[in-house]
């Protein structure tokens, strides 16, 4: 009897880890659409809205979800008294605090590292220029998440059961 419950908690775990990371997959193309939104909705602040940067980055914070709310946020706090950070300070700052949360790879997080060196530093239209630039990068980006999402996602919770059951079979 213990070894049965044994069999099935071990079952069980490869099945949720399998399941953890098929989430990751699924994750990633709305956290990418999440983030396009949100440089388009910069991009509206800073064109029409002349809109100050930590202003609008705290704007656009309080309409997203998690965990993207909270980095936007955190930006904006860093670009506010009292630190009076740059837009590139800011942003590396807010990443290394809140973009492990997300289910974002590398590729999106240089873009935005790419993006917060011209953030505050130029004109509107230069500003605008290089926000659509970060947004085709983006979306490009979201296409390929997709297509990893159709090829990985039920692999791998088909995996997870797979290799639990595996163990299972090799300990007894």
């Keep these: 009897m213990l070894k049965l419950a044994g069999a099935v908690l071990i079952v069980l775990a490869g099945t949720l880890a399998g399941f953890r990371i098929a989430a990751q997959y699924a994750e990633r193309p709305r956290n990418i659409r999440a983030l396009i939104?949100?440089?388009?909705?910069?991009e509206t602040e800073i064109q029409y809205g002349y809109t100050p940067?930590?202003?609008?980055?705290?704007?656009?914070?309080?309409?997203?979800k998690e965990p993207l709310r909270a980095f936007?946020?955190?930006a904006a706090e860093e670009m506010?008294?009292?630190?009076?950070?740059?837009?590139?300070?800011?942003?590396?700052?807010?990443?290394?605090?809140h973009w492990s949360r997300a289910?974002?790879?590398?590729a999106e997080q240089e873009i935005i590292r790419q993006l917060s060196c011209t953030l505050g530093t130029s004109d509107r239209v230069n500003q605008s220029t290089h926000i659509a630039l970060a947004?085709?990068?983006?979306?490009q980006e979201e296409t390929a998440a997709r297509e990893d999402q159709g090829k990985y996602e039920k692999v791998s919770k088909?995996?997870?059961?797979?290799?639990?059951?595996?163990?299972?079979?090799?300990?007894?």
């Design 37 to 42: 939104a949100a440089l388009q909705r910069l």
């Design 53 to 64: 940067l930590p202003e609008a980055l705290r704007r656009i914070g309080q309409q997203m």
């Design 72 to 74: 936007f946020i955190t």
């Design 80 to 97: 506010s008294e009292p630190y009076n950070c740059s837009a590139e300070e800011a942003v590396r700052r807010s990443m290394e605090a």
């Design 103 to 106: 289910a974002l790879k590398p």
């Design 135 to 139: 947004l085709q990068q983006l979306k």
């Design 158 to 172: 088909s995996l997870g059961l797979l290799l639990g059951a595996l163990i299972v079979i090799l300990i007894f």
